[in-house]
């Protein structure tokens, strides 16, 4: 069998994975808080752990895996949206708006992640249907001696009675109070002490609970969904590095006091950051991208996904529309090169054994292009797939290839040579300028005109001509 290795986070070396049931690998996913679209930056760990799924498939067997991940759907984020709508006038009750709010931004989720490629998990819990899940881990905390109540309705975590606070990110107590902001509170025996339950008021989504009518922190979540499904040790759980701390360390904190038994998960996999044109994204620079902002901008979710695997997920991965350009143009060729071919069946041993080393899908791609250059279509249809590429569902955009532009190329030839006679320039610039407004790229020359489809090509712009 295939041996796969991933680096853990908590050892800070690549490990083999060495599943706890073979027959039923699992790994958790910390998923989007549905409040709105999804940026670019949020896409990253999805493709990233899609793929990962994929190889464990492939290792495992298909039936043999099991991924969760989860909605966030309680959050004042999406309080606040709801808030919003509601003062400019939507009918219906907070509570109700916000329930609108999450189920209409869980289905953009779901759709935008589908254009990108990505498989959905096995299990997608909502925090909200595990809310008893979480009262009781909050009670075994604080019986355990991890938590207390500050009798105002908060209940907080005791991260001074869990020794190992820290060790996921290497971190002192300290080092991490001087680097965090940390809120100091009254009702907190330590700044670092963190909430698992807090008060609603009477219009914001609350439940009953011990500690009066309330709402779960964000931390407990994830550690009361993942042992539901899980139970008290599962085999990989992955993030942003930007989870990394307080969330991850919170949500180890929580899991292991509660089940001191188990492991909680065994390998951490944490993904790097995405920049925009090599600086980072922020809405101020205005370069702020949802998913959706580019798919509608014309990049085929397949083109995004390719991007995206050309970096390793443990670097600093930068988005640029050059990037997009070329691998809009690979993934062309490939599908031309494939068109009618039976795939092979199985991947090339290449390909697998890079993505086996770390999700080495920079690797991966390398092997695709030599397969591509000795034009052995069979097995690069196969190996293109497990990284999720080539599929037939993210085919349609690049079904135009077929378009002819030659009646264009020459009409735009036979207006310019009349032209330079006329010295009238009108119907060339008309034309040219209708050409790029279909996406088309026009390169003229003394010889000819040739047109190139791109990335946000509408043919159906033409008809202007
Ligand atoms: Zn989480």
């Known amino acids: 069998m295939t041996t796969i290795k991933l680096h853990n986070t908590r050892t800070r070396g690549k490990e083999v994975l ?166 100091v509170a009254d009702n907190k025996r330590d700044p670092m002490d963190f909430v698992l339950w807090k008060p609603s008021t009477d219009e914001l989504p609350g439940w009953d609970s011990p500690w009066d009518r309330g709402r779960p922190g964000w931390h407990i979540e994830c550690s009361a969904m993942s042992h539901e499904l899980f139970g008290d040790s599962f085999d990989i759980h992955g993030g942003g590095n930007d989870l990394m701390f307080p969330h991850h360390e919170n949500e180890i904190a929580q899991s292991c006091c509660a089940h001191p038994e188990g492991d909680f998960a065994k390998i951490w996999l944490h993904n790097e950051m995405l920049q925009v044109e090599g600086k980072k994204m922020s809405k101020s620079l205005g370069n702020f991208f949802t998913v959706r902002d580019l798919l509608d901008q014309g990049y085929p979710g397949e083109v995004i996904r390719l991007v995206f695997l050309q970096t390793h997920y443990r670097k600093p991965m930068d988005w640029t529309d050059k990037k997009a350009k070329e691998a809009e143009a690979t993934l062309r060729k490939w599908r031309v090169l494939t068109t009618g071919i039976e795939p092979a069946p199985t991947a090339a041993a290449a390909v697998i054994e890079a993505l086996s080393d770390d999700l080495n899908t920079a690797g991966a791609l390398a092997e695709l292009h030599k397969l591509a250059s000795t034009e052995t279509a069979a097995d690069l249809l196969t190996s293109a797939r497990l990284l999720g590429l080539l599929t037939d569902d993210l085919g349609t955009w690049a079904q135009d290839e077929d378009h002819d532009l030659s009646h264009y190329e020459n009409k735009l030839f036979e207006a310019r040579q009349l032209a330079m006679e006329t010295k009238n320039f009108a119907e060339v610039d008309r034309l040219k300028s209708t050409l790029v407004d279909a996406g088309v790229e026009v390169r003229m020359s003394k010889t000819g005109v040739e047109l190139v489809p791109g990335p946000s090509f509408d043919a159906s712009k033409l008809d202007a001509i």
């Open 18 to 183: 060495d599943p706890l049931n073979p027959d039923d690998v699992r790994l958790y996913l910390c998923g989007p808080t549905v409040y709105d679209r999804a940026h670019l930056g949020n896409a990253r760990p999805v493709v990233v752990f899609d793929v990962l799924y994929r190889l464990l498939r492939h290792v495992y067997g298909t039936n043999h895996v099991t991924y969760a991940r989860n909605f966030t759907d309680v959050d004042d984020k999406i309080n606040a949206t709801a808030l919003a709508r509601k003062e400019a006038g939507a009918p219906g009750t907070l509570e109700e708006l916000v329930q609108e709010r999450t189920e209409e931004t869980i289905s953009w989720y779901l759709a935008d992640m589908g254009e990108l490629g990505a498989l959905e998990p096995d299990h997608m819990p909502r925090a909200t249907a595990y809310i008893p899940q979480m009262i009781a881990m909050i009670e075994d905390l604080i019986a355990k001696g991890h938590a207390y109540a500050d009798g105002a309705g908060h209940v907080l975590f005791s991260v001074k009675s869990y020794k190992d606070y820290g060790a996921l990110s290497g971190r002192s107590v300290d080092d991490m109070i001087a680097g965090a902001r940390v809120e």
